[in-house]
């Protein structure tokens, strides 16, 4: 197990002394411990010191770029996506269906985001904001105790056309980085466009890399925590070697025509804008209607389930009486980021493990939820710790005190179980048998995923979600064990 804390190091990743004991007891038996193996780590995350204004952090609080303390557009000089959606229709249709969309309505971001307004009174309102609405951040909508309500209609589109295409530039690969050309042409993949009477188009190489989506979706804390680093990740990974990107499996591509007008020709890499990841937009209007929202739900499950594989092993015969040493395996299929990645700390990865006698009675149980739907760890309001063979795969905080907390910037560590692309890992569990028991032994296991534990969303007073969420699972395993009678 490396520890990287002595590291001079603005993010952590780690596990502590006190990290170390909070995995073991609380999270997860694990042979390899809470250490993610991951290469890429930021040790030294690429640092603008220099203009955090005084608060020592990455990022910092008055970020000329991203968080400033004066406007540096005008929200004005964008155009809404329905300004698009004439000549580009399927582009439009497909955005308006995804997180991308979401990301300024969605009711977990704006209770967060409401929690920290009032944690910090206010100032640093534009940390949550500036990736979510780089305009409306920069255009000047989100100042001290700013309110949703004062949100112009562009900024409650999110992460809308023109958050992406009128980026002229990258700064840095995280928090925001994009520079964005206001009263530029509108820039994208196509290197010959024809023109057209609404807006000049100019060829960026940068829409088709990897930097490009990292520069939002790698983020790091004001007090320089690393919370999200799929780019980081993919950095190192097979994919970025073999020259893959982001692209290549969130925006799948096909022929077609880029623009709806009859002087347009047909293109081979036409992208698909739904942009699916793991979640499906909760409020109840989102989606036109109830096929849209089935497909994107389907699209999901496809691609959870191209992300991770489990195997169990064990002796094929025991004595009755004897122990079963289970060996349960899970395997990361994505080659180019982490499973789970991005958001860690709110997603739960784990490995449901039942075993059955000949007769149907549960001999034993782990990964199983308590009577309000949580899993039976540290969060659990009705049977804490219960589970202390739990095998979870995600991420956690920790705050200066060694105590898991659900709040970033409470957090002094940010503990990961998350495994490498490709990487495999093995955890044994101890399976006792009774002396009376004979026969067949049946272990099932499956490997599970949901998008928030419903302990969070009860606790952020958002309980009425908890109906919402779905567990995906994303793979089974059946093995039997044959218990002998003892010699
Ligand atoms: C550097 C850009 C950036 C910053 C800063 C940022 N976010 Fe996000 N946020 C993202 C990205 C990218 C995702 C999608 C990641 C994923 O789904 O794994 C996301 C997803 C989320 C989600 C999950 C939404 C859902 O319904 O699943 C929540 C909640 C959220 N952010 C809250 C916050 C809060 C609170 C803050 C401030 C403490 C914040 N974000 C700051 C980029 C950012
Ligand atoms: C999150 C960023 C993002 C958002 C939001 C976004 N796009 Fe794109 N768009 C891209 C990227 C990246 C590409 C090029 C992908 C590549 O080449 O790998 C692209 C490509 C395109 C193209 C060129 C044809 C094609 O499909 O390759 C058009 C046209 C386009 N987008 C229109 C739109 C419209 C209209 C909207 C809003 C309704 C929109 N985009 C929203 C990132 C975005
Ligand atoms: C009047 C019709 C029209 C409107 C309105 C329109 N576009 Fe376009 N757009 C086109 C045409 C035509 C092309 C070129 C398509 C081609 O050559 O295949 C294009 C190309 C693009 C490209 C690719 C540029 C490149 O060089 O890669 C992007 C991105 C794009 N549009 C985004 C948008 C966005 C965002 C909006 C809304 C703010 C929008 N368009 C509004 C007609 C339009
Ligand atoms: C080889 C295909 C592939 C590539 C390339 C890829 N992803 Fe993913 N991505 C997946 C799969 C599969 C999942 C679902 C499993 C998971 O969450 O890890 C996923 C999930 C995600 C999620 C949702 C995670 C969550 O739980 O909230 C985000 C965000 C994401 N990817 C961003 C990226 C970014 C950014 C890049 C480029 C740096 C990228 N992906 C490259 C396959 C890919
Ligand atoms: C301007 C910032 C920004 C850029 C650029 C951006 N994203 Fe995102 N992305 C977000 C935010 C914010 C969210 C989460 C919205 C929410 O859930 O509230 C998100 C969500 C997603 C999700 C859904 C994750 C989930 O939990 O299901 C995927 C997939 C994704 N982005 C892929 C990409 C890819 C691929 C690119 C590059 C082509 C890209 N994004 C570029 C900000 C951005």
């Not at 995280?174 to 807006?199: A, M």
Request: proline share 6%.
């Amino acid at each position: 197990m490396r520890d990287r804390s002595s590291h001079r190091s603005a993010g952590r990743f780690v596990c502590s002394a006190a990290a170390v004991s909070w995995c073991v007891a609380f999270v997860i038996i694990d042979t390899v411990g809470c250490v993610s193996e991951t290469p890429g780590v930021i040790d030294d995350p690429p640092s603008n010191d220099g203009d955090d204004g005084g608060s020592g952090g990455v990022g910092g609080l008055n970020d000329p770029l991203s968080m400033p303390a004066s406007p540096t557009l005008s929200v004005e000089s964008f155009n809404e996506a329905s300004k698009c959606a004439g000549c580009h229709p399927n582009h439009y249709a497909q955005w308006k269906t995804s997180m991308h969309a979401y990301a300024t309505i969605d009711p977990i971001w704006r209770t967060l985001v409401a929690v920290r307004q009032a944690d910090f009174e206010g100032q640093r309102d534009q940390f949550c904001t500036q990736c979510h609405t780089a305009i409306g951040t920069r255009g000047g909508e989100v100042f001290p105790m700013f309110s949703f309500d004062d949100f112009s209609p562009i900024s409650l589109e999110g992460v809308t056309c023109e958050a992406c295409h009128k980026v002229a530039g990258i700064e840095r690969v995280y928090n925001s980085g994009h520079v964005l050309d206001e009263t530029g042409p509108i820039r994208g993949p196509i290197e010959d466009p024809v023109p057209n009477s609404f807006h000049e188009s100019q060829f960026s190489p940068l829409h088709d890399t990897s930097e490009f989506c990292g520069a939002c979706h790698d983020v790091i804390e004001q007090h320089g925590l690393l919370l999200e680093r799929p780019f980081e990740e993919w950095a190192a990974s097979p994919a970025a070697e073999g020259g893959r990107n982001c692209q290549s499996c969130h925006m799948p591509t096909y022929r077609g025509k880029a623009a709806d007008l009859p002087d347009v020709p047909e293109r081979d890499n036409i992208h698909i804008h739904r942009f699916v990841g793991v979640d499906l937009p909760m409020t109840d209007d989102f989606f036109a209607d109830d096929a849209t929202r089935e497909e994107i739900r389907g699209e999901i499950v496809d691609l959870l389930r191209s992300a991770g594989r489990i195997e169990l092993e064990a002796t094929e015969t025991i004595e009755a009486g004897g122990q079963i040493d289970l060996f349960v395996t899970l395997r990361n299929l994505i080659d180019a980021h982490n499973l789970p990645t991005g958001s860690t700390f709110n997603r739960q990865l784990w490995i449901a493990v039942t075993a059955t006698d000949g007769e149907g009675k549960v001999l034993y149980q782990t990964g199983d939820l308590d009577d309000n739907g949580d899993l039976r760890d540290y969060w659990s309001e009705l049977d804490q710790f219960g589970d202390s063979d739990l095998l979870s795969f995600t991420s956690g905080f920790l705050d200066e005190r060694g105590n898991p907390t659900v709040f970033p910037w409470l957090a002094a560590e940010h503990v990961s179980n998350s495994l490498s692309p490709l990487f495999v890992r093995t955890n044994t569990l101890f399976i006792p048998t009774e002396e009376a028991t004979v026969g067949p032994i049946t272990i099932e296991a499956r490997l599970r995923f949901r998008t928030f534990p419903p302990f969070l969303l009860r606790a952020l007073g958002i309980g009425e979600l908890v109906e919402k969420l779905e567990i995906y699972d994303i793979d089974e395993a059946t093995l039997t064990v044959e218990v002998a009678p003892a010699a």
